[in-house]
């Protein structure tokens, strides 16, 4: 009787301490989004796909879509994880208008159905003709056409109005948050704060700059969507961690991205991933570059969790880089990319994490703060 009673006892303070635990654990919430910007292969003036890219240099375009055969392989290993993903369809004004709507419409309502999230990704190029190319524009005018009409052809293309969008190239002007506010999207996440680029590629296109940003989510001023302001739509900033060696790195890539065919970029690429540096800033998984600033931003992220009590982890990927554009066959380093970084997150003591989507985590900080 004695030894059921001391067990009892025993079994009664386990239970109180291991619901303190969950209620310690609960203090701790990490928020967890990964986007994709889902759309053809990368162009082929882009390092290293010039044989397996999109050809952009030609009106039309020709448009390759060969990573689309490992969509399925690709949302399969999430959902093995229990991760939802945010897939970003590309919707523009040319060249590829709503071709990727209309090819992959059961794909993409079939992704909406199991619990994903579809949102949109804008491209903002025009045909110069003078240059025989589509580059992306700096004009407002007609950045204000493309993004009104992608969204047209995207609520058009399939029943709903995209909640969630990430710009092409990280771009965005005042006109830009201004039109995506009044189409009633609710979350932008294309802010890379603290970075800026002039242009990549012979200056063709990756102009944007996001270097005044914050990078807390805000809802941004509508003349200045750097700053935080009124407007109703969120700014979800992709996660970025401060590091000196990340910026003289982007620095020196962007630098010798713009030289006509970047065969010295290419050279260097092997170089940057034995050194194990990553030139971006953002959480920005990718075959391409060591995996260093990604476990950086999560045990930043991590960190300040257990500060605030809550965080919010934003990380992308090119879903196209699970082609190897030197053999077109499967980059099987884009999974396991994916898989390390999940295991990275699922493996935080003492943070409670919850694998959302775009939309999810921009109602979640509305009814947090
Ligand atoms: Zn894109």
New binding site residues.
């Given amino acids: 009787m004695i030894g059921l009673l001391s067990w009892q006892r025993t079994w009664r303070a386990r239970a109180r301490s291991n619901s303190a635990h969950k209620e310690d654990r609960k203090l701790y919430k990490l928020h967890v989004v990964f986007a994709c910007?889902t759309?053809d292969n990368h162009p082929s003036y882009v390092p290293g796909w010039r044989s397996r890219g999109s050809n952009y240099d030609s009106n039309p375009s020709r448009l390759e879509w060969s990573w689309t055969r490992y969509w399925h392989d690709l949302s399969e290993l999430f959902r093995r994880r229990g991760v939802p993903i945010t897939w970003l369809i590309?919707v523009d004004n040319g060249p590829m208008w709503d071709c990727m709507l209309s090819l992959f419409r059961d794909e993409i309502l079939g992704l909406k159905s199991v619990g994903d999230e579809i949102g949109i990704?804008i491209?903002t190029y025009v045909w110069r003709s003078k240059l025989s190319k589509w580059v992306q524009t700096i004009d407002r005018k007609n950045e204000v056409e493309i993004v009104t009409r992608s969204i047209e052809m995207f609520e058009r293309g399939l029943g709903f109005v995209p909640c969630s969008v990430r710009m092409?190239?990280n771009t965005m002007s005042n006109e830009i948050m201004r039109t995506l506010d009044s189409r009633g999207l609710l979350v932008d996440a294309s802010a890379i704060p603290g970075t800026y680029c002039l242009g990549k590629f012979g200056n063709r296109d990756n102009i944007y700059d996001w270097s005044k940003a914050s990078r807390e989510p805000y809802h941004p001023r509508s003349n200045d969507y750097q700053r935080p302001g009124n407007m109703k739509i969120l700014e979800m900033p992709i996660s970025t961690c401060d590091t000196d060696r990340s910026t003289i790195m982007t620095g020196l890539i962007n630098r010798l991205s713009a030289v006509k065919g970047s065969s010295a970029l290419l050279s260097i690429l092997p170089l940057v991933r034995r050194f194990d540096v990553n030139p971006n800033a953002g959480f920005y998984i990718s075959p391409w570059w060591s995996l260093s600033v990604s476990k950086r931003i999560i045990r930043t992220y991590c960190k300040k969790a257990c500060k605030d009590g809550v965080a919010y982890l934003i990380g992308f990927f090119?879903p196209c880089d699970i082609i190897d554009p030197k053999t077109g066959k499967k980059n099987a380093l884009l999974e396991k990319c994916i898989s390390t970084t999940i295991k990275e997150i699922q493996d935080l003591s003492n943070i409670d994490v919850n694998f959302t989507t775009l939309s999810k985590i921009a109602s979640i900080f509305e009814e947090e703060v």
């Fill in positions: 910007d759309e590309r990704h491209h092409g190239w090119h």
